[in-house]
């Protein structure tokens, strides 16, 4: 395998092990287990192969062309900083994944938890590897949404659904946040290749977007990294499972915001506005982070906040904008993850053996899990900033860079004395968690009876915990190469002189060490008889940024009803009203602002048969309409007349495709609308329409008859206006030369406008699916006016019922048209290249073969008969599509880009063959699919007993109103 192929691999293999844990037995912890451990391993590998290079200043980057005249490609680029970073993440997954396996229950849906792990394993290593910010933002937002399935895990409880809510709306607020950045600086440079980003610093900086820039994606990096406003969603998110926050809220998610400053800083660093907004967010979560972490009475609690505490350290070092505290940053931000997912590890092993993780119910549990307090200590202790542990080294060379002069402000002379007041809390929480839960009496009336947990589940904490004592005593050996490549890679040749030594004698920087250390201790023991009460933290017991956030959610939500209240309605036709308004003045909107006029008279001459055609088309609408208020079933055939019209008028103005695509979509609209129409009430003839009722008409009337005018003028405008360039002259000049095809319009749909069409069919398939789902329910009530046995059959679009007997003829047709009809939409989907065909007309043709088979046979024969698979269909059709545009990168090109050739077969001679033939199957396959659930969605209504690919309820849902 090549180095290019390395980043795919890392990036794509926990989104396979992600999908294959799903598919385990629920109970399966064992297997799901050594899945994502081997996953976890296989990117610790290529880490591990990839090390030697990018150690020497290399940087592996692979492309992937996916739009590139809009500047969008699959970019991955690996550099010592997402190096790093792809260590801590499978390195301390791996660690998790183990600790998971014993920290889980068995009742648990266990596949779910691992396979939701791999899947944010996978975005995450694709945000630190992205070469593109949008497909980076992609990466992002796709973290929000798995850190929200994470944290609302146990979903039964109110707790984790509301703490899984709120993380999602402030990560998925910031990162739309983030994505509007990302916008502006590619407009800024012309490209969102990073490499090309990180070299317009000059550009970036000076451009009078820079303000607006740097604070959009300030505020996607804030909301990530839970700093000041935004860090309250931390604190709810700890209702998730322990292996989730040892993993995503202290090594991984929550670095996010970290990275991406890092990331950004060569462009957006170097200005007051960068030192201000970024040094004043990461001072403030730094304090108040570690003064609210004091008060905490849960464990996790405590973690969390003191996370918050440390994420606003590292900002802060960031927002100091120096070379040297960016190296800071980066050494605490991977000292920070090691020392913090241990102690998460410590709290879930305590709360999983004593059932408990209230502080203040917790005491002297050193006597009965020595092993585990003694891994809790340590980790705790490098959290503290003790010596001869990983957090004294990091925590130092913060203190040293703060005594630096910045901008000689007074808040930047007040400073070191600001976090070194700041840093006696840090100490004061590390302590309250060692001697509150550790030492004192034994506990009492504790749920379980503590003791130690299996070896296996310590493990994990306790190689994360050797780590923090390797790198204090020797951090020049171990974690000094690798500090030097991440950093490196962001400061390129201007790194700054730092050391890592352990002692470097009587500093500034260790007196305030050693202020911090003995002031916090004094600060625990004055608090002590404080915090055994439990009282919160005093000054801001009532200011609470999460009662602040459900205000304003509630606030949000009373005003959105108050507008639905105003101007929304649940009903279709005001909803179609307003939307035709709004098209109509849009459409007008041209006409006012450039004077859109005709050039002249229409260049043909009127014919007086296609006219009367047209007048028969506007009869029957008419009449349609007339109708509906009488017979829906006459208004149905009339309408159904309307699209006739409308195929005849293709067919004379030369356009076959479209033609025949009305032709087979105005057939299966019909049928469908006809099995609709049953769960339609009946009308009452003699009730006369209400004077409201009736300028609700005349106003639909009016809108119907401006939107044809305007239809009309704008066509009219078109057809007369000279148009020498036209974007139509290309498709026809290209459409054999570049497509391979003579069928200007079917290859325009799989070629030149493919990922139109591929967004169109998934579309298609959501709204099948959509549609079955809101279906398989329904249970429509019966009407008191009609007698029970006429209303199973009131319209011939009925499916029969399960012992009605065969109808003869008619089923004898159907059948025998079956394979007929089918040898017609094959015709069609092999023609469609070269001829009027497609993949869209000949799956509806198809699906109108089953359409006959439900009319004539009823449901249940059919399915008893017939392995009717749409759901089978609809993920093949956008597996192959999806495959087919993916081919196109083995050979180096965009995707969906087609290659067409010429085959020859015996005794027929050379046939063109084209890559789209295979996407255009894709698209059948879908159609068909997607066609038939929607038949079976609407035949079943009346036949309880089916079968179908998509299992029905184990228990259906009960009707109040009768079941039919």
């Known amino acids: 395998m090549s180095l290019e192929a390395l980043p795919i691999v890392t990036v794509t293999l926990p989104f396979v092990g992600s999908i294959v844990a799903a598919q385990f037995r629920v109970n399966a912890r064992n297997a799901e287990a050594y899945l994502a451990a081997f996953v976890c391993l296989g990117v610790l590998a290529i880490v591990m192969v990839l090390y030697p290079q990018i150690a020497a200043g290399d940087i592996v980057k692979v492309t992937i062309p996916w739009a590139p005249d809009i500047g969008l490609n699959f970019s991955l680029r690996i550099d010592g900083l997402a190096l790093t970073l792809c260590g801590l993440i499978s390195g301390i997954g791996l660690l998790v994944v183990l600790y998971a396996r014993y920290y889980m229950s068995a009742a648990d849906p266990v596949p779910r938890f691992f396979s939701f792990l791999l899947a944010f394993m996978g975005s995450m290593l694709g945000v630190v590897l992205s070469g593109n910010l949008i497909q980076l933002v992609f990466f992002w937002e796709l973290t929000s949404l798995f850190s929200f399935l994470l944290i609302g895990y146990w979903h039964q409880s109110s707790q984790a659904r509301d703490g899984a809510r709120t993380a999602l709306i402030v990560t998925s607020a910031g990162g739309l946040c983030l994505f509007a950045g990302i916008l502006i600086i590619g407009h800024i440079v012309g490209s969102f290749d990073l490499d090309q980003v990180l070299a317009s610093t000059n550009a970036i900086r000076s451009h009078a977007l820079y303000l607006p820039v740097l604070a959009l994606v300030l505020l996607g990096a804030f909301t990530k990294s839970a700093q000041f406003p935004f860090q309250f969603w931390l604190s709810q998110a700890m209702a998730a499972p322990t292996p989730v926050s040892a993993y995503l809220h202290s090594a991984t998610m929550v670095k996010a915001g970290v990275f991406l400053l890092i990331r950004l800083w060569p462009v957006l660093g170097g200005s007051n506005e960068w030192l201000w907004l970024v040094g004043a967010a990461g001072l403030i979560t730094f304090i108040l982070g570690a003064y609210l972490a004091v008060f905490q009475n849960d464990l996790k609690g405590l973690l969390a906040y003191s996370t918050v505490s440390h994420l606003g350290l590292t900002t802060l070092l960031i927002g100091l904008d120096t070379p040297l505290g960016l190296v800071a940053a980066i050494f605490h931000m991977t000292n920070h993850a090691t020392f913090k997912a241990s102690l998460f590890m410590a709290a879930g092993i305590i709360d999983h053996e004593t059932g408990t993780r209230d502080m203040r119910r917790l005491s002297g549990l050193w006597r009965f899990m020595p092993v585990t307090a003694t891994l809790a200590i340590v980790a705790a202790a490098a959290m503290a900033g003790v010596p001869l542990l990983n957090g004294f080294l990091s925590k130092e060379m913060f203190f040293a860079e703060t005594i630096e002069t910045h901008d000689n402000s007074l808040v930047d002379r007040a400073l070191p004395y600001i976090v070194t007041v700041a840093s006696m809390f840090s100490v004061a929480y590390s302590l309250r968690f060692i001697h509150g839960v550790f030492f004192g009496p034994p506990p009492v009336d504790l749920p379980r009876a503590p003791h130690e947990p299996p070896v296996l589940m310590r493990l994990p904490a306790g190689i994360l915990v050797l780590a923090c004592l390797i790198v204090g005593m ?115 909107a041209p006409f006012f602002h450039l004077g859109l006029v005709a050039a002249g008279p229409l260049r043909t001459e009127f014919d007086w048969a296609f006219g009367l055609m047209w007048c028969v088309g506007i009869a029957c609408t008419l009449g349609a309409a007339y109708q509906a208020k009488f017979h829906r079933l006459a208004a149905l055939i009339l309408l159904g007349g309307t699209g006739l019209i409308t195929v005849a008028t293709f067919v004379w103005l030369s356009a076959p495709d479209l033609a025949l695509t009305q032709l087979v979509v105005e057939a299966v609209t019909t049928v469908l609308l006809l099995l609709g129409l049953r769960w339609l009430p009946k009308r009452d003839e003699q009730v006369l329409v209400p004077r409201r009722i009736r300028w609700y008409r005349a106003g639909d ?258 009707s109040t109103k009768g079941e039919r």
């Open 701 to 958: 009337l009016t809108i119907a008859i401006a939107c044809g005018v305007g239809l009309g003028a704008l066509s009219y405008v078109v057809m007369t206006t000279p148009a020498p360039d036209s974007i139509s002259r290309f498709f026809v000049e290209n459409a054999y030369v570049e497509g391979g095809g003579t069928n200007v319009v079917n290859v325009i749909l799989v070629d030149f406008r493919g990922f139109d069409t591929f967004g169109e069919i998934t579309v298609l398939a959501v709204v099948a699916l959509t549609i079955f789902a809101l279906l398989r329910r329904f249970r429509p009530a019966r009407d008191s006016r009609t007698p029970p046995e006429q209303q199973r059959h009131r319209t011939s679009g009925d499916a029969p019922a399960p012992n009605q007997p065969d109808l003869g003829i008619p089923a004898f047709i159907s059948t025998m048209f079956f394979p007929v009809i089918g040898a017609v939409a094959l015709y069609l989907l092999l023609r469609g290249h070269d001829l009027p065909g497609g993949g869209f007309a000949a799956g509806i043709t198809m699906a109108v073969a089953f359409i006959l088979q439900y009319l004539a046979r009823g449901t249940v024969w059919v399915e008893a008969r017939l392995l009717v698979l749409p759901v089978i269909w609809i993920a093949a059709g956008l597996l192959l599509a999806g495959i087919t545009g993916a081919g196109a990168w083995l050979f180096g090109l965009p995707f969906l880009t087609s290659h067409f050739s010429y085959a020859v077969i015996p005794w027929i001679g050379e046939i063109p063959v084209a890559s789209a033939l295979l996407f255009d199957l894709g698209v059948f396959l879908l159609v068909v699919g997607s066609t038939v659930l929607i038949l079976i969605a609407l035949a079943h209504q009346s036949v309880r007993s089916h079968r179908l690919a998509v299992p029905a309820d184990p228990q259906p849902a009960p």
């Open 474 to 588: 020797a951090p020049a050996v171990t974690i000094g190469p690798v500090l030097a490549m991440a950093a490196r890679s962001v400061l390129g040749s201007e790194i700054p002189a730092y050391s890592l030594a352990i002692w470097h004698g009587f500093t500034p920087e260790l007196l305030m060490s050693l202020i911090a250390t003995l002031g916090g201790a004094a600060l625990y023991v004055t608090l002590r008889p404080y915090l055994r009460r439990g009282l919160g933290p005093p000054l801001l017991q009532h200011v609470r940024g999460q009662r602040l956030f459900d205000r304003l959610l509630f606030l949000s939500l009373r005003t959105s009803l108050a507008l639905e209240r105003i101007v929304g309605t649940r009903r279709l036709q005001p909803q179609l009203r307003l939307l035709l308004i709004v098209a109509v003045l849009a459409g007008a």
